[in-house]
Nanobody, 126 residues
Framework: QVQLVESGGGLVQAGGSLRLSCAAS????????MGWFCQAPGKERNILAA????????YYANSVKGRFTISRDNAKNTVYLQMNNLKPEDTAVYYC???????????????????WGQGTQVTVSS
């Protein structure tokens, strides 16, 4: 059973930065496409960024392009989300997820992801 554990969330002022980490265990991390999602209260879960198994292909939602960077370290079974210039509207619970059988592609669809972390709260104050 694959387990994903996010860390690094917290409270930050607008314009600040946070780095989220997601540590995987129990599976073959190096073969998974990974994604970061966010979900605010009463809203749908949305893709923020995704990365393929090797790290050679990435995707960013328009709302985070130029501010967020996704990366992975397959030797450490960890995916990261560096978040800069945070805005109050970035406040949400942030989830990492893993998708199997993506053949080198990234995927932005919630239903394509097989495993999910428990989420970490990010709060950006104005």
């Amino acid at each position: 059973q694959v387990q994903l554990v996010e860390s690094g969330g917290g409270l930050v002022q607008a314009g600040g930065s946070l780095r989220l980490s997601c540590a995987a265990s129990g599976g073959t991390f190096r073969t998974y496409a990974m994604g970061w999602f966010c979900q605010a209260p009463g809203k749908e879960r949305n893709i923020l960024a995704a990365i393929n198994f090797s790290g050679g292909n990435t995707y960013y939602a328009n709302s985070v392009k130029g501010r967020f960077t996704i990366s992975r370290d397959n030797a450490k079974n960890t995916v990261y989300l560096q978040m800069n210039n945070l805005k109050p509207e970035d406040t949400a619970v942030y989830y990492c997820a893993a998708a199997r059988f993506r053949s080198g592609l990234v995927t932005t669809t919630v239903s394509d992801y097989d495993y999910w972390g428990q989420g970490t709260q990010v709060t950006v104050s104005s």
